[in-house]
């Protein structure tokens, strides 16, 4: 069983400053954890991906994620929020190995006040 | 790479008509692939999972003989919604998963999404 609880279902930041984007998952096996953004009426991109290599993930955009085993968390962090960021943030978690389902969180808004 | 488009982008129906929304990987291919559901200001709820030369896999509480799923090829799954509703209006997203990746770390590319709106 896996499942992933995005903490903060509204997240509003001033332009140039940090953002953070809390995520815990919980898995009964090693986990592959994914951060996506989506624009309104957009799909879905892929911000950054953990896959049991490095535990600090770097992806596009500026974004960064660190998978913390003891925590069971994988917050999403950005040094300088820009406008463009405004967005809804899923992270998502699904079970390394075979066809498994991947399990969404519920979503953060992240709004970038200028 | 990875790429993965819908078709239409957008629909507009009549209540009872059916409507088919198209998935294809552009550039690799998928021997399994995803419908997922998404109201407004909502997370995404995966509806089935789609098998190549299989029948699909509904979630619970989803209908298979209201949301017709077929994966006839390898870059091809096809959603159809039977007989809809305006009930069934909804952003309905596809994603499909690398068949040279299955096993390792079930990345899943997504298409741009299709908007229905049943009248």
């Known amino acids: 069983a896996q499942s992933v609880t995005q903490l903060d279902s509204h997240v509003s930041v001033s332009e140039g400053t940090p953002v953070l984007l809390r995520c815990n998952y919980s898995?009964?096996?090693?986990?592959?954890l994914f951060w996506y953004v989506q624009h309104p009426n957009k799909g879905l991109q892929l911000l950054l991906k953990?896959?049991?290599?490095?535990?600090l993930v770097k992806g596009i955009n500026g974004f960064e994620a660190e998978f913390k085993k003891s925590e069971t968390s994988f917050h999403l962090t950005k040094p300088s929020a820009h406008m463009s960021d405004a967005a809804e943030y899923f992270c998502v978690v699904s079970a390394a190995g075979g066809y498994q389902k991947v399990t969404f969180g519920t979503g953060t808004k992240l709004q970038v006040i200028p | 790479g990875a790429v993965v488009s819908q078709h239409p982008s957008w629909v507009i129906c009549k209540s009872g008509t059916s409507v088919k929304i198209e998935c294809r990987s552009l550039d690799f291919q998928a021997t399994t692939m995803f419908w997922y559901r998404q109201f407004p200001k909502q997370s995404l709820m995966l509806m089935a999972t789609?098998?190549?030369?299989?029948?699909?896999?509904?979630e619970q509480g989803v209908e298979k003989d209201k949301f017709l799923i077929n994966h006839a090829s390898l870059t091809l799954s096809t959603l159809t919604v039977t007989s809809a509703h305006p009930e069934d209006s909804s952003f309905y997203i596809c994603?499909?998963?690398?068949?040279?990746?299955?096993?390792?770390?079930?990345?899943?590319?997504f298409g741009p999404g299709t908007r229905l709106t049943v009248l």
């Open positions: 898995s009964s096996y090693s986990p592959s």
């Open positions: 994603s499909a998963r690398d068949r040279r990746e299955v096993g390792s770390y079930n990345e899943q590319f």
């Open positions: 789609s098998n190549e030369g299989s029948k699909a896999t509904y």
């Open positions: 953990y896959t049991s290599a490095a535990t």
